[in-house]
């Protein structure tokens, strides 16, 4: 179905088609970033394996980067980028929708490599194995504040997509859209653009979404708005959201979270590069100590450690981007899973990777300030009904179940946001919505809207902490289904139970960890089981996550659980009794539980 949004469709490049198979532009130029020259060595390489230098990824790494990744024992993608740099589908792709529309080319004619890869660059991730033809897309939402008229066109983007179009929020307090077919990509596209956000930048070996503070600028206790500092370096590092191929060879991703309170709504302590505000005795100002190198993957799970640097708010940026030209420059080509940005941290050393930065910045940067409180700080629950900062405002904080949106819910919040609010909306890390500057005269009508019945205010204390990945309906890592069985799985406790305070059940679909099962109180992670001695979807258990001031993971607890609800739900149900002092209701052994809805 073809998709119709409010933006005109991106003109078609007045110029010969695209052949089958054939992209051959020549690198997207980077704002203010200097090509180095070719060595000799590298153009002897570059001429052996016959690769386009103009048309690579390779143009704005240094001569020895380039040697690491053309070398032979390079990764699999490093190959991929070589080939061909992903910053070519900021172009290609309308071209491409355009020739989709014409009839002269369908998705399964085009090159593999740029439909199942390189398409990321430009936001578009193809499910071949779960959705053939139709993509995810991933938008870039610094710090998850959204404006309805943002929201009022995501939903349009996916409605015309019926039962396929959908929408996630994510665990960087982004928004992934379902169901986009190619052909309408540069459309949506286009208008986003045009709305001040985009989906460049958001895939692959690039920075993933800035996180910040959801309550950030109507917070009582917080240091600092994040919201400016998470515009301006997404500004910086996507070239204002229009694409800055400088930065996008990077070995893997990264991830950067900006912390404003000692709640860390940001989650620092698993972000590869984390900001943490704090006052600077000396001066009284607000700065940020570095944490580095927290990240999930397969191989490994850790929390960031000491950065052993001071930031002052205007080095954030600086640093930032003098950061990603060091990892660009430095960070491995061999082998993904020590990729990282913590294995370069501990190859060079915290003390030599500072003064690589340093290097680029041009400027000696101070060491970590070191802040001692008197007091225990609890993390705040942010959903629920909170007084501003702001006299008289408050803000309304609301469970999105499993994090999925419809195209009506998208129209359904910004009509509360204009109404009730300011016209904006906040996500948070934690795949749920915050609806800012309500007056306190509002709040009883807002809570009434119909809106906040399927999305509560006061919801329950397992539905208020679920997390949960995209899981098998739509991604093929997933070793289970994730949100509809999540969302069973929560109702039928809470039918049952009990439960004296929010406990937070994180789901993820495999060892990836995209739901961050080592953060939540108890994490569920997609893995091997047996059922009668037949090979069935099960999970690992976690336990004992903490977040906030002094985070830690959770440990692995028990290991081939079978995921069905019937034997899960009790395992579970025992857990929240003896760690966390549930109590049975009284009528829940004389009734079933109600049948739990799903997630569309």
């Not at 690491?68 to 490093?78: G, H, I, Q, T, V």
């Not at 002052?312 to 660009?328: I, K, N, S």
């Not at 070191?370 to 405002?393: N, S």
């Not at 179940?401 to 819910?409: I, Q, T």
């Amino acid at each position: 179905m073809r998709a119709v949004v409010n933006v005109a469709p991106a003109a078609a490049p007045a110029r010969a088609p695209v052949p089958r198979r054939a992209v051959a532009r020549c690198a997207l130029h980077a704002p203010g970033a200097e090509v180095p020259p070719l060595s000799d060595e590298v153009a002897a390489k570059l001429a052996e394996l016959n690769i386009d230098f103009e048309k690579s990824g390779l143009k704005y790494l240094p001569n020895e980067a380039r040697l690491r990744a053309l070398d032979r024992k390079s990764a699999k993608f490093e190959k991929t980028k070589n080939e061909k740099c992903g910053s070519h589908m900021w172009n290609d792709v309308t071209e491409l929708a355009a020739l989709i529309r014409e009839g002269k080319t369908s998705w399964e004619e085009l090159d593999l490599d740029d439909v199942d890869v390189r398409l990321k660059w430009a936001g578009l991730f193809h499910r071949r194995k779960r959705t053939p033809g139709r993509f995810m897309m991933r938008l870039k939402v610094p710090n998850g504040e959204l404006t309805s008229e943002q929201l009022r066109f995501l939903g349009d983007c996916i409605a015309p997509y019926g039962k396929d179009g959908c929408a996630d929020i994510t665990t960087r307090a982004n928004i992934q859209l379902r169901g986009v077919t190619l052909e309408d990509a540069d459309t949506i596209i286009a208008g986003l653009q045009q709305r001040g956000l985009t989906s460049f930048m958001s895939g692959m070996d690039n920075v993933r979404n800035i996180t910040g503070s959801p309550i950030a600028g109507i917070d009582p206790h917080e240091l600092l708005d994040t919201r400016p500092l998470c515009h301006a370096l997404n500004a910086a590092i996507t070239n204002n959201g229009a694409g800055n191929a400088a930065l996008t060879n990077l070995p893997r991703k990264i991830n950067i979270g900006i912390s404003n309170s000692r709640d860390d709504y940001a989650h620092c302590h698993i972000n590869d590069v984390g900001l943490k505000a704090v006052v600077d005795p000396e001066s009284g100002e607000v700065g940020f100590n570095v944490e580095l190198g927290g990240y999930f993957s397969i191989k490994r799970n850790v929390m960031s450690i000491s950065g052993d640097t001071f930031l002052t708010q205007d080095q954030v940026v600086p640093y930032c981007m003098a950061l990603l030209e060091v990892f660009r420059d430095h960070g491995a080509r061999d082998d993904r899973q020590k990729a990282r940005l913590m294995w370069l941290v501990e190859a060079m050393g915290v003390d030599a990777f500072r003064a690589a930065i340093e290097q680029r910045m041009g400027q000696t940067l101070r060491r970590e300030v070191h802040v001692a409180y008197d007091d225990a700080w609890e993390r705040r629950d942010v959903l629920g009904i909170h007084a501003q900062k702001q006299a008289g405002m408050f803000w309304a904080g609301a469970t999105v179940p499993a994090g999925r949106l419809l195209a009506s819910d998208f129209h359904a919040l910004a009509d509360v946001a204009d109404k009730y609010g300011d016209g904006t909306l906040r996500l948070t890390v934690e795949e749920n919505v915050i609806i800012p500057n309500v007056p306190e005269e509002k709040l009883a009508a807002l809570q009434a809207e119909p809106i906040f019945q399927r999305f509560p205010i006061h919801g329950g204390p397992l539905l208020r902490g679920l997390v949960s990945c995209t899981g098998a309906q739509f991604c093929s890592l997933a070793l289970i289904e994730t949100k509809n069985r999540a969302l069973e799985v929560v109702r039928q406790l809470e039918a049952e139970l009990d439960i004296p305070a929010t406990v937070r059940i994180h789901w993820t679909g495999c060892p990836n960890s995209c739901g961050q099962a080592q953060v939540g109180d108890i994490g569920l992670m997609g893995a091997p089981a047996k059922l009668d001695g037949k090979a069935v979807e099960g999970v690992k258990i976690f336990l004992g996550g903490k977040i906030g001031e002094n985070p830690d993971l959770a440990k692995e607890f028990e290991k081939g659980v079978p995921a069905d609800p019937a034997i899960l739900v009790p395992r579970l149900r025992d857990l929240l009794i003896s760690e966390f002092g549930a109590t049975p209701k009284a009528a829940a052994a004389a009734a079933p539980a109600t049948p739990a809805g799903a997630a569309a």
